[in-house]
């Protein structure tokens, strides 16, 4: 079946410290991987997506790769922003591409 | 223009009653989904339309869940003989077409409660 196991949280980070949150799947056929962001009293956004093995997907200076021959997605910023803090989502597509599997969530929080 | 909308975005009821969960999604958007999160965990699918027909309901818990779309826009998550476990946040999104590649807007939620 499909799943998704993120890293648990929470996860605190200065201001400028590099983040990454741990993403592995389980699926049958060739699914698409996303992140999701939910900012504090907001609904979901995405983040960013790879529809295929080895794409890289990028949005808002955080990054993630889809490694095939690992199951995962990890996700990655360079250097975080207050304004980062927020919960986050890893997610896959099912074969059909209409139901989609959503890991547990990690809340970060960035201090000043 | 206006995102994906849900009513009402608290419900409290008591075990056992009948409760309905209403979305608007944006406006042209043809496919349609609900989800379940409970606390701590993330969304679970539960059923997603494309037009009016519900393409896929696997996600449906049991057969006190149904949900309705009869004019391909918005769409109603109806709950019979409400139980405890029943409670969580009921999201709803919707995007332009079905599949992975079309992004998915998420409204607000509807935090049901049943006492």
């Known amino acids: 079946g499909n799943s998704v196991t993120q890293m648990e949280g929470p996860v605190t980070l200065s201001e400028e410290a590099f983040l990454t949150i741990n993403c592995t799947y389980t699926?049958?056929?060739?699914?698409?991987l996303f992140w999701y962001v939910q900012y504090p009293g907001e609904g979901l956004q995405l983040l960013l997506k790879?529809?295929?093995?080895?794409d890289k997907g990028s949005n808002k200076g955080f990054e993630a790769t889809y490694r095939k021959e690992t199951t995962s997605f990890h996700l990655e910023k360079g250097s975080v922003q207050v304004s980062d803090s927020a919960v986050y989502f890893c997610a896959l597509s099912g074969d059909t591409g209409n139901q989609f599997y959503f890991g547990t969530g990690t809340s970060l929080t960035v201090i000043p | 223009g206006a995102g994906v909308s849900q009513t009402p975005s608290n419900k409290v009821t008591e075990k056992g009653k009948y409760v309905e969960l209403r979305c608007d999604p944006i406006?042209?958007?043809?496919?349609l989904y609900w989800y379940r999160q409970s606390l701590g965990q993330g969304p679970e699918f539960l059923i997603y339309?494309?037009?009016?027909?519900?393409?896929?309901d696997s996600g449906l818990p049991n057969d006190r869940f149904f949900a309705v779309r009869p004019e391909g826009s918005v769409s109603t998550l109806k709950i019979q003989r409400t139980e405890r476990g029943d409670s969580a946040v009921y999201l709803c999104?919707?995007?332009?077409?079905?599949?992975?590649?079309?992004?998915?807007?998420f409204g607000p939620g509807t935090r049901l409660t049943v006492l």
């Open positions: 699926a049958t056929g060739y699914p698409s």
């Open positions: 999104a919707s995007s332009s077409g079905g599949g992975a590649h079309n992004e998915q807007f």
């Open positions: 406006s042209g958007h043809t496919a």
């Open positions: 339309f494309q037009g009016t027909g519900a393409a896929d």
């Open positions: 790879a529809t295929k093995a080895d």
